[in-house]
C-alpha cells in the first residue's frame, strides 16, 4: 500500500492550507467565548438536519454501488451511523426549542447545503476510491470542528452530554486509516488516477470549509 499512503501523503500536503483554516475556524472559537446569539445556534441543527437526510440518501446509493466492494461493510456502517445521528440531531434542536416541524421547514442557505450537494454527486459519479481518500482526509476535520463545538456548548451554553450526543459521535470516530488505504490502493491499481483522488479530497475541504462559513454568517445575523 506504499503507493496509497503516498498519495494520501500528497493530499494531505497539498491541503494543509485549508486544513488549518478549519482546525482554527472562526465559528467554534466564537463558541468557545459564548458569543454565538443562542437564537443563532439553531443555524446548525436546521441545516444539519437537511444535510443528514440528503447524506442518508447518498449513502443508501453508495451501499448499492460499492456493497460489493471491500468497502461494504465501512459503508453500512457510516449509513447506521447517519441513521442514529439523527436522532442525537433531534436532541439537540429540542434543546433550542426547535420542532420536527421547526426542522423540515428550516430554510437552508447554498452555502450550508453544498456539502450535501457534493456528498450526492460523488455517490452518483466517482469511483469507491475517490470516496474514500475524500472520507479520510475529511472525517477527522469534521470530527475535530464537533468536538469543539460539544464542549463550548456544554461549558457556555448549559447543554448536557445527551444533548451533545450528535456532535460527540463525530468528535469520538475512530481512526479509519486501516480501512480506506486498501480501498484507496485497489482504486490506483485498477487505473484511478491520483488527480482525481486529490480532487475529491480538495472537494470535501472546501465544502466542509463552506459549512462552517456559513454558520459563522448565520451567528452574526441580525
Known amino acids: 500500500m506504499k503507493r496509497a499512503t503516498e498519495v494520501v ?31 443563532a445556534l439553531r443555524a446548525f441543527p436546521g441545516t444539519q438536519y437537511h444535510v443528514a437526510t440528503s447524506d442518508l440518501r447518498s449513502m443508501g446509493m453508495m451501499v448499492q454501488r460499492f456493497g460489493h466492494t471491500p468497502a461494504r461493510g465501512f459503508l453500512n456502517g457510516i449509513l447506521q451511523g447517519e441513521i442514529a445521528a439523527l436522532e442525537g440531531l433531534r436532541v439537540m434542536a429540542r434543546r433550542l426549542g426547535m420542532t420536527q416541524e421547526d426542522l423540515e421547514r428550516y430554510e437552508v442557505t447554498p452555502e450550508g447545503f453544498a456539502y450535501a450537494t457534493n456528498m450526492a454527486w460523488m455517490a452518483a459519479n466517482v469511483s469507491v476510491a475517490e470516496l474514500m481518500v475524500g472520507i479520510l482526509v475529511n472525517f477527522p476535520a469534521w470530527g475535530h470542528t ?29 481512526p479509519i486509516e486501516d480501512t480506506a488505504l486498501p480501498i484507496i490502493q485497489e482504486g490506483l491499481d485498477q487505473g484511478v488516477e491520483p488527480r482525481l483522488l486529490h480532487r475529491a479530497a480538495r472537494f470535501f475541504q472546501a465544502y466542509e470549509k463552506m459549512f462552517w462559513d456559513a454558520m459563522m454568517a448565520a451567528a452574526r445575523s441580525p
Open 9 to 39: 501523503k500528497e493530499i494531505s500536503q497539498a491541503l494543509r492550507a485549508v486544513d488549518e483554516q478549519l482546525r482554527h475556524h472562526p465559528y467554534p472559537e466564537a463558541l468557545e467565548r459564548g458569543e454565538v446569539p443562542v437564537n
Open 146 to 174: 464537533c468536538g469543539r463545538m460539544s464542549r463550548a456548548l456544554r461549558a457556555r451554553y448549559g447543554f448536557t452530554e445527551q444533548e451533545t450526543v450528535f456532535l460527540d459521535a463525530f468528535a469520538n470516530m475512530p
